[in-house]
C-alpha cells in the first residue's frame, strides 16, 4: 500500500524548504545548485516550492525563479527564528512536506510544524566550527552539535555521501533512516577528450576553485604550489572565488608576498562561462577544505577533462577514487599536495589514464539520476 506522501508526489505536492542561503547568496556554493536543480526538476514536475532563506546586501526579500519561491528573512543569524515566525503566521498547514536543511545549524522543523518533515544535510560541521568561527563560539558550537544532532535522531534524513552517513549514524541516526543520493552538476561534460589537450595551457596549471575561506584552507594550495614549482619551473597557480574578511585579506597578501607571486593569478569570483574555461584550460584541480559534502567542484572539473588532487577528509575521499580518478592524500599537509602535483604532471601516461577515468565517472553523476533519488527517498521515508 502507497504511504500518503507517495501519493502526493505521483500528483501535486507542496514543499517549504528552509535553508540559510539561496543560489543568489554572494556565499551560495555547491549545496546551493544542488538545492536549486532539485528545485526547479520538481516545479517540472508539476510541485510547489517555497523556500524560505536569508536575506543579504542586494538581495530582495521575495522573488520567483524557475518556478519556484524564494523569501528572504532576517540576516545569517536571525533567520532561524524569522522563518519560525513567518511560518507560523503565512504557511502553517499550507505544505504537504517541510524540508529542514542543516547548514551548520538545524531550524528544529520536527518540533513545531504541522507538516511531514525531513532533514536534508549535505556535511556536518564538527572541526569546521573553529575553523569558521572565533574559538569560544566555534567551541560551543562543536559542543552542541551533537546534543541537537542527537534531538533530531529519529528523524528522516537525505544526504549526498556515504561519509556523512557514516557521521550521522555515529550520534545515533539509524542507517535505514538516512537515504544517500547522487551529486549532480550544472556543467555538461565534454563529449569526448580528444580535443581537450589543445585547450590546457602550454604551462603546467594548478587550479583552486571556489570561495576563499579558512575551512577551505587555501593557502595550504598557495604553500603546496610554492613547493611544486621549485621541482617544476614552469608551474602556474591560479585562484577564483570570493577573497572577503580577514582570512581572503590574509591569502591575498601571501599571494603578493610570495616569490612566486608572477606565477600567480587571482581571478576573484568567476560566472558559469569563466569557471568552464578555467576547468578546461587548468591541468590539475587542488581542493584543501577541512570537509565537504561531496566535492562537487571536483566532479565539474572531471567533466572537463581535469582530474583533481585533494585532502582526506570527509566528502572529497568520496569524490575523488584514489589512484582511479585522482589522488587522494595521505596527510593533508602542504608537501604532500605538492608531491600529488609532481607525481601527475611528470608522469604524462598516468595523468592520461586518470584524467580519462574521472571524465568517464563525471558523465554518470547528473542531476537527473540525483532528482530520481530525492524523490524515491522522499517515498520511502
Not at 602556474?236 to 574578511?245: E, P, R, T
Not at 576547468?279 to 577533462?305: F, I, N, P, Y
Amino acid at each position: 500500500m502507497l504511504s500518503k506522501i507517495s501519493l502526493i508526489l505521483m500528483i501535486n505536492m507542496k514543499i517549504i524548504w528552509f535553508t540559510w542561503k539561496d543560489g543568489k547568496n554572494p556565499l551560495a556554493g555547491g549545496a546551493e545548485i544542488v538545492n536549486e536543480e532539485l528545485a526547479k526538476r520538481l516545479v517540472d514536475n508539476n510541485h510547489q516550492i517555497i523556500f524560505l532563506v536569508s536575506g543579504f546586501l542586494g538581495g530582495v526579500s521575495e522573488e520567483t525563479r524557475n518556478g519556484f519561491k524564494v523569501i528572504r528573512l532576517g540576516n545569517r543569524f536571525t533567520v532561524y527564528w524569522q522563518a519560525y515566525k513567518y511560518y507560523r503566521k503565512n504557511l502553517k498547514g499550507w505544505a504537504d512536506l517541510v524540508i529542514d536543511e542543516i547548514n551548520t545549524i538545524p531550524f528544529f522543523c520536527r518540533f513545531y510544524v504541522k507538516e511531514k518533515n525531513i532533514i536534508f544535510i549535505h556535511q556536518l560541521c564538527r572541526e569546521i566550527w573553529f575553523y569558521q568561527m572565533p574559538f569560544l563560539i566555534g567551541l560551543i558550537g562543536y559542543l552542541l552539535e551533537p546534543v541537537y544532532l542527537w534531538l533530531l535522531r529519529g528523524n528522516q534524513v537525505i544526504t549526498v555521501s556515504e561519509s556523512t552517513k557514516k557521521d550521522l549514524q555515529r550520534f545515533g541516526f539509524n542507517p535505514k533512516n538516512i537515504h544517500v543520493i547522487s551529486e549532480g552538476i550544472e556543467i555538461e561534460p565534454l563529449s569526448c577528450l580528444r580535443n581537450v589537450d589543445v585547450e590546457k595551457l602550454e604551462q603546467p596549471t594548478i587550479l583552486s576553485l571556489g570561495s576563499v575561506r579558512s575551512m577551505k584552507r587555501t593557502h595550504h594550495a598557495i604553500r603546496a604550489f610554492e613547493i611544486a614549482k621549485e621541482k617544476i619551473p614552469k608551474l602556474k597557480f591560479w585562484l577564483a572565488g570570493v577573497a572577503d574578511g580577514k582570512y581572503g585579506q590574509k591569502v591575498l597578501n601571501h599571494i603578493n608576498q610570495s616569490k612566486f607571486k608572477s606565477s600567480i593569478k587571482y581571478f576573484g569570483p568567476v560566472a558559469k562561462k569563466r569557471k568552464i574555461e578555467l576547468l578546461r584550460k587548468a591541468h590539475l584541480l587542488c581542493v584543501t577544505s577541512v570537509k565537504e559534502g561531496w566535492g562537487l567542484v571536483v566532479t565539474e572539473a572531471a567533466s572537463q577533462g581535469t582530474p583533481a588532487v585533494v585532502y582526506n577528509v570527509d566528502g572529497l575521499r568520496d569524490s575523488v577514487k584514489n589512484d582511479e580518478t585522482g589522488l587522494i592524500c595521505q596527510k593533508n599537509k602542504p608537501a604532500e599536495l605538492a608531491q600529488g602535483f609532481i607525481s601527475l604532471l611528470v608522469d604524462r601516461e598516468k595523468y592520461k589514464k586518470l584524467q580519462k577515468q574521472a571524465w568517464q565517472w563525471s558523465k554518470e553523476i547528473n542531476f537527473d539520476k540525483s532528482y530520481k533519488d530525492f524523490k524515491r527517498a522522499i517515498e520511502v521515508s
